[in-house]
Antibody, heavy 117, light 108 residues
């Protein structure tokens, strides 16, 4: 199970840190991602981190503004979001990548981020 | 970036009938990198098919995936009421993932 927190209303240019707590599986061996979905739109992959944090990648739309990290001792995943824009408004999902494959098998319930003045 | 185009945008089908959804990639995709998801209102997406044709755990066998290269298909046989939802294809390439824009399967 994955449980996100940290969403809310933030002004353009502001920052927010999302957290995701993992339960019921060996978190340290799972690659993790953040996926977002703007209202009425399809999902958009945001960022990826491998189990040991040795591999990290970002979508072009957030590169340089967002930072993904994890703390395996706390079974937690994070997304630091800076310089937020209106187009970052979305539900943000914490998602695990299926071990050995390339799909996303466990999704959290999502946390809403609204960027507005 | 590989762009996935899904068709049709909306598919009207009667319960018990078959639905065929298409996902076309702008360049060739390795089959092991192609997945299908189902999303119902207010819920997170749920993976149905991974590696183009492998059903995820707990997914009924009326769902099947096929295809290769740039053309992939999700087939839903004998549509049940709970199958009416939005379906997305997804691919992985160059350390990034992209989703299609979705196909809504609605009750006819």
């Amino acid at each position: 199970q994955l449980v996100e927190s940290g969403g809310g209303l933030v002004q353009p240019g502001g920052s927010l840190r999302l957290s995701c707590a993992a339960y019921g599986f060996t978190f340290s061996s799972q690659s993790m991602t953040w996926v977002r979905q703007a209202p009425g739109k399809g999902p958009e992959w945001v960022s990826y981190v491998s189990g040991s944090s040795t591999s990290i990648s970002y979508a072009d739309s957030v590169k340089g503004r967002f930072t993904i990290s994890r703390d395996n001792a706390k079974n937690s995943l994070y997304l630091q979001m800076n310089s937020l824009r209106a187009e970052d408004t979305a539900v943000y999902y914490c998602v695990s990548r299926r071990s050995g494959w390339y799909d996303f098998d466990i999704w959290g319930q999502g946390t809403m981020v609204i960027v507005s003045s | 970036e590989i762009v996935l185009t899904q068709s049709p945008g909306t598919l009207s089908v009667s319960p018990g009938e078959r639905a065929t959804l298409s996902c076309r990639a702008s360049q060739s995709v390795d089959s092991k990198y192609l997945a299908w998801y189902q999303q119902k209102p207010g819920q997170a997406p749920r993976v149905l098919i991974y590696a183009a044709s492998s059903r995820a755990t707990g997914i009924p066998d009326r769902f099947s995936g096929s295809g290769s290269g740039t053309d992939f298909t999700l087939t839903i046989n004998r549509l049940e009421p709970e199958d009416f939802a939005v379906y997305y294809c997804q691919q992985y390439g160059n350390s990034k993932w992209t989703f299609g824009q979705g196909t809504k399967v609605e009750i006819k």
